[in-house]
């Protein structure tokens, strides 16, 4: 443990994380001073930048904001929480305009409108692209340029955070950030983290491999509540390629007709298109399977997209020809990748949590609209959504920070070193990935603890342990956790709420 260094005073929101939900809560802040603190240069390590799909919102006249909460509810298999999703869908449409006014380029038809299209599980098409495969990018880009040129928003790249600062009563008080090999404490009347999810705990992801579950983790340090951390959604095809993390071939291609086939050529989920469109974890499930058995995995685009690879889905098209692949002459092998934490720091839509001063938006919070199982392009909606909203609140806070002498804190939980992430990361998807089962689990628990013993409330540890704990407690099957040993829902849907990270003794329970 190093001393902090250095102290810092804001009297504004501080946000934590340069995603679509940092950035959109660092705009709706305004005019009061905000502070946003990234983990690496803006537009790098975040996901919401590396999303293909696009925002679920009503915007067409065959769509509703009730029908898109219906399909919603449906995909959270039992654990979504209705006035959430209610708060999530209202906003659709206008979330969608603002981010159109702040110059994001959305596809647009022939009239002018927003132009959609269909993903798995939802009801009508409502998916809002850009440029094909390219929204994420595009959209943050878009909120970059806008964090830019805001006067209230100040920016500090490649901030790491370490620890938060509570007072002797637990009021969130601060942060203490990396910066340089620096350790400072920023002291600030609110604090927002958007961290962020867990797909680096995983050997095969889909997202930037740095995002370790650190805020959750942190935050259930602090005592905050933790809902659900066993929902971890698998994403049917990430291209299997052998890089790390692994590139998306986007759910759109097979809602334009590409499919899912072994390595005989045989369909993985039958004969019948809509078939590949099943919900996210029957897929993952049947790709996951395939590879095991040896048959493998391929999704066949060749004659869906052939020569329109190029225009219609750029990014795959690059992510594959850069290894060498081209997807219009060849299946592209594809495997399960973790890909989104419906897990997190409970928290309602304005991203309030339990602990005083302490906010948590888009996937590093629980807000209850992803349920066990998130409907597809609902994420990049509520990052922006319910980031605004936290943005909004926390800017009405208080605006000095008070009893500054009377923040605890200073002292920041060990690094993991690069060789135990390894093993934890392999641990991670062999243990609790797509199939799990209670020998599985407690081999997972109890790695953990053999890990705990160098690294103490090291955050990716605290932050598996969560994940491992209420998938071993779960003894059920729903959404995208998935138990070969209870592989039935049970009669009633229940969440997990976990207050402290689970203790290493416990592990062999
Ligand atoms: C995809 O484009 O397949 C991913 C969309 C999402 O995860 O919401």
């Known amino acids: 443990m190093r001393p902090v260094r250095d102290r810092q005073v804001h009297d504004g929101p501080l946000v934590i994380g340069g995603g679509l939900a940092g950035l959109s809560a ?4 305004a005019p009061r ?3 946003l603190v990234t983990p690496a240069p803006l537009l790098q390590a975040c996901a919401s930048a590396w999303a293909q799909g696009g925002l679920a919102a009503a915007l067409t006249r065959a769509d509703s904001p009730g029908l898109h909460a219906r399909d919603t509810e449906i995909a959270g298999a039992g654990l979504v929480a209705p006035e959430a999703a209610r708060a999530l869908t209202e906003d ?5 305009e603002w981010l159109a006014a702040l110059g994001a380029p959305f596809d647009r038809d022939a009239d002018g409108g927003f132009s959609v299209s269909l993903e798995a599980a939802h009801s009508v098409a409502r998916v809002a692209r850009v440029g094909g495969d390219g929204a994420g990018r ?10 830019r040129a805001a006067p209230h928003v100040r920016t500090l790249e490649n901030g790491r955070l370490r620890a938060l600062l509570q007072d002797a009563g637990g009021q969130v008080r601060g942060v203490v950030i990396e910066r340089d090999g620096r350790l400072t404490e920023i002291l600030a009347p609110a604090v927002i983290l958007a961290t962020g999810g867990v797909g680096g705990l995983y050997a095969v992801t889909t997202t930037p491999a740095a995002l370790k579950g650190e805020g959750l983790a942190l935050a259930a340090l602090a005592g905050a509540e933790i809902l659900d ?13 052998g890089l790390d993390p692994a590139p998306l071939a986007t759910e759109a291609l097979r809602g334009e007709g590409a499919r899912l086939i072994d390595g005989e050529g045989r369909f993985l989920l039958g004969e019948a298109a809509e078939a590949d469109l099943a919900p996210r974890d029957v897929v993952a499930r049947a790709v996951h399977a395939a590879r095991q058995s040896g048959r493998g995995a391929f999704l066949d685009a060749r004659a869906a997209i052939g020569a329109h690879f190029p225009t219609h889905f ?4 690059a992510a594959c020809m850069g290894a060498g692949l081209d997807p219009r002459e060849a299946p592209i092998p594809v495997a399960a990748a973790a890909h989104y934490h419906m897990g997190g720091i409970a928290a309602d839509a304005d991203g309030r949590t339990g602990l005083a001063g302490l906010f948590a938006v888009g996937e590093c919070a629980a807000t209850g609209v992803h349920g066990a199982n998130r409907l597809a392009s609902n994420s990049l909606l509520e990052a922006a959504a319910f980031g605004r909203r936290a943005g909004r609140l926390a800017a009405a806070g208080p605006v000095e920070v008070s009893g500054r002498t009377s923040v605890l804190g200073g002292e920041v939980p060990p690094d993991l070193a690069p060789g135990a992430l390894g093993e934890l990361r392999e641990a991670m998807t062999a243990e609790a990935g797509v199939v799990r089962d209670a020998a599985r689990l407690t081999r997972l628990l109890d790695l953990l603890a053999r890990l705990e013993r160098t690294a103490p409330d090291a955050p990716p540890l605290v932050a598996a342990g969560l994940i491992a704990r209420a998938a071993l407690d779960r003894r059920e099957s729903r959404g995208g956790h998935y138990r070969t040993d209870f592989p039935e829902p049970l009669a009633e849907a229940r969440h997990s709420r976990l207050r402290r990270p689970p203790t290493p003794s416990t592990a062999a329970a």
């Open 26 to 29: 660092a705009l709706e802040a």
């Open 33 to 35: 001073p905000t502070l």
């Open 92 to 96: 659709g449409q206008a979330t969608v």
């Open 138 to 147: 595009a959209i943050l880009s878009a909120l970059v340029a806008a964090v």
């Open 229 to 241: 951390p066993e929902f971890v959604q698998f994403h049917p095809t990430a291209i299997d390629v």
């Open 314 to 317: 750029p990014a795959v098209f």
